[in-house]
């Protein structure tokens, strides 16, 4: 099992499913509460009430303007997690209190703060295409039935789209074109290039772009450990000018897709991902399609990785894997993965 | 986890459940078999065939006059646990012979003595309410996916009636009402009791009695620990008179809440519950308002139960509760369930 | 739990399964894939890609030609379980191997060699009717959520049909009969034989071979330990002559009855059966008739297996069975099974 890395920034949930329903997601096996107050703060809370543990975010718990009413025996805490009534008595005790979680809105993403120490000036790495007016995202959250660390390796490899997502986005150009990684061990980012320069054009792009023939395809991975992955997508016809000195890029349709990696418990994730493009903006047939077709691949992940864990579930201690030259960027995500996690283990804090 | 009580008295299932069709529950992990001679006596035996371990209760085992034959192999076994006939031999092994588990019949329920030690002249405690003519009653069983404590605080801390039951028991007055709790440690009894003088009449009573404005609502526990819990409720309109000094009370409605709380494993329980009243014995509609209604409430029990046994079995190892003044009815249950799991547990039973 | 035993042929499927479809089984705990070559023979190959341990029997995994292409990245083995292809990458790791398992079709199932030795000159024992022109077969495969001993004592011991089965296969001269048993330790064979001269004859002859009053009807027992097991079974109007010197029975009906005991998990068995006979066959009544019936009575042996082995787990440790004559064969059985297993473990392989 891949170890949890704490004092780390996280994709709790979209800022469009938190609001006046109080929502419940497990996170690095935290219960956490969220809800957003009358005047639209997010807020994060322990979703356990500190009398008898009911979760807060059960039914039939309730908020009350901006205090959560425990469904259980009525305890109602403030924003502030404190404790301001208890049945049958006017004192409420001290200890009355839910820990409260660091929240922060940014990029579509609820985030929230998990560890022992404060984020201080930490913010959570950046995602800006998701709420840009220059792009057009598609977005979803699903479960999995595994540990993140399988989710961290199928996207650090995208030679697999090939195989697992053929018809979809994968051609054999992805599996047959070598890669180039690069690790950043200080800011813990790992990047693994692909340049496709005369490719086969996969529906999914096919058919968003209405490009016919080949194409240069590129793409980039920027994975910001543990928490964000960034993938970097330009696509264009073959014989189509190269960025500009400027950085600027007309003749070619970009991509970010994002996803948002996070562990709830030991062998469950939360697969966020968004597809966000710099074309067809207000083509709602695109957006659908790529909606429906991003769905598809996401889930063609899915019930791989869940039958993956639950083969790795029976293998004897000690099994042995084989890595080759693809695998690169996936190791490095993992000797970092390692390295945060022991740095932020709960025995390091208490050094 | 709340500590088994053996050497007592528990609710196995109700005297109509027990007739001539073989019927298995599973008591403090022992698994039993019941069923009615041809002459009506109710029999608990040991539900696993000395040969191979197969449960008596499953089909294709089968009575054959007052002998269970065992579907597998045909064992045969009287009422005494005996083994009269075993397959291809004529000879019974001496040893051939099933536990036979002690059998009351009392109140409407088939009682079983689960223990190492005898019974003796230890009698069920009683609820008469249920098979009295003078009361209607409506019961029902519910299993719950939970530790039996969870149900024993449930039901000392009626101040949840206001929260999880609000619109059918609960109003805002249980809640705020102060209770007195009285302990009788040697009889293992704890009382806890709320007066409200002036309360909003629930939908429960309203739609049952036909009172139309506030009322007087008593709420007095009586719980027989381990396992029956009673709640002597007494509902009348503002300013009826009080009960006379010879204990009649005839301008007041009666409800005689009944439950057997009965632990099946470690983590499930059997939830039996009664409702008796003493008026509108004839009527019909109130019966089946009052059994439907009833069941709701139990229901949002069971759901709220087995959602906090899944949260706690995910809590780390000594997570915290916080108790206040409406847990002393439950807090006392449980130090009076606590000494007598170590009076009569297997270690004691051997010094 | 009863040991596996290594170094032994178990039925993995029969041969009509393995096709170029990719077929996956768990055989004594081991992952194994299945499939024909283009020319017909069937391979046998560990079912985890040396990669990332995803399952080769996995959709999208696919056969390209006689190789194996892992549906996550594209690694491509042959059927000696040698990797050709790995994606981005000309060079294959030396290393990059799948584990093969010898394979032997024979009697219309395929085999599969577990162990650490090689199997040499050794081949599966033998049920020839199932493939012969003079028998006609009918047959199926169940899965029991239990451990293979509980499917090896109920073979063993066919008191139970009158019980388990009454009605189709068991009248009360298969339970009252006294059995012979013979165990031949050198061979690991357990004979056990019961023949009833005056027999009510059961559904399953009479509608099948039209004989109406009274059978002999003969049960000989053959269990090849530990993965397969024949029931001869000889019925025939009471009167009938003998079977003759030369072994020639030309007036009684053969019904020969075979099962692959096959384990899977410590709790989970692969229960191959197949019921062949010599009268009738070309009567597709008959043919249908037999398949339903004793798909039937296979189905009441899973059902009852199941609910056996929910019962043993929840057993306290130390618990006991009782054994009687009918047993002699089972227990010697599991002697059998208990010496194989130790002689046959990784640790005895090690010495």
Not at 157 to 179: C, K, N, R, W
Not at 265 to 270: A, C, G, P, Q
Request: charged share 25%; net charge negative; glycine share 8%.
């Amino acid at each position: 099992m891949t170890a949890f890395v704490r004092n780390q920034w996280y994709v709790a949930a979209y800022a469009h499913e938190v609001g006046r329903e109080l929502l419940g997601r497990t996170v690095l096996g935290e219960p956490i509460l969220l809800y957003r107050t009358e005047d639209g703060r997010a807020v994060g809370l322990a979703d356990r009430c500190v009398h008898r543990r009911f979760p807060l975010s059960e039914h039939p718990s309730r908020l009350e303007g901006d205090k959560v009413v425990c469904g259980y025996h009525g305890f109602t805490y403030g924003t502030d997690g404190v404790c301001v009534r208890v049945p049958g008595q006017t004192r409420v005790p001290r200890t009355a209190r839910l820990a409260t979680y660091p929240v922060v809105e940014q990029d579509s993403f609820v985030w929230v703060w998990i560890g022992d120490r404060e984020p201080g000036d930490t913010l959570p790495p950046r995602a800006p295409w998701l709420d840009s007016p220059h792009y057009t995202t598609v977005c979803g959250m699903e479960p999995i039935e595994g540990d993140y660390g399988l989710l961290v390796d199928n996207l650090l490899d995208l030679s697999h789209e090939t195989y697992l997502h053929g018809g979809y986005i994968g051609t054999p150009e992805v599996a047959e074109t070598p890669i180039t990684t690069e690790v950043d061990d200080k800011s813990a980012i790992v990047r693994v290039s692909r340049h496709m320069d005369d490719a086969e054009c996969p529906p999914f792009y096919a058919n968003s772009t209405g490009i016919q023939g080949r194409i240069t395809r590129w793409q980039d991975i920027e994975y910001h450990a543990p928490a964000l992955y960034l993938l970097h997508s330009r696509v264009a016809p073959v014989g189509t000018p190269a960025p500009r000195p400027d950085g600027s890029d007309p003749d070619a349709f970009h991509v970010e897709v994002v996803y948002g990696i996070t562990p709830s418990t030991e062998k469950s994730t939360y697969d966020f991902w968004a597809v966000a493009r710099d074309f067809a903006l207000d083509d709602q047939e695109v957006t659908e399609y790529l909606r429906s077709s991003n769905h598809t691949v996401v889930m063609q992940d899915v019930v791989a990785l869940n039958a993956l864990q639950r083969a790795l579930d029976t293998e004897k201690p000690g099994y042995q894997e084989l890595s080759i030259n693809i695998d690169t960027g996936g190791l490095a995500a993992r000797r970092i993965l390692a390295r945060l996690a022991a740095e932020n283990s709960p025995q390091a804090a208490a050094r």
